[in-house]
């Protein structure tokens, strides 16, 4: 069956960094789009970058662009979140998704 897991996320300081990991299993992940979405306390859920099956083209959300980076490595069917410079409002649970299918999500946490 279709699995995104995540990993990555923790308890990070303004200024900091975290890469997120999402594997991918049960689809063809080197024919899909694949995105990373964010949902804060009380807020909904959404888009903060996406990219397409050649990673060649990339969408950000205006709140994260310069900051974050979307990868992917089709042979390892894994999709990256490399997230610097960190912000306290980047807190939230992160997760992946592909098609209609979502991960279980992962917590990051930026405070002092």
């Known amino acids: 069956q279709v699995q995104l897991v995540e990993s990555g996320g923790g308890l990070v300081q303004p200024g900091g960094s975290l890469r997120l990991s999402c594997a991918a299993s049960g689809f063809a992940f080197m024919r899909s789009t694949m995105s990373w979405y964010r949902q804060a306390p009380g807020k909904e859920r959404e888009l903060v970058a996406l990219?397409?099956?050649?990673?060649?083209?990339?969408r950000y959300a205006d709140s994260v662009k310069g900051r974050f980076t979307i990868s992917r490595d089709n042979a390892k069917r894994t999709v990256y979140l490399q997230m610097n410079s960190l912000k306290p409002e980047d807190t939230a649970v992160y997760y992946c998704k592909s098609g209609q299918f979502w991960g279980q999500g992962t917590q990051v946490t930026v405070s002092s």
């Open positions: 990219i397409v099956i050649d990673g060649g083209s990339l």
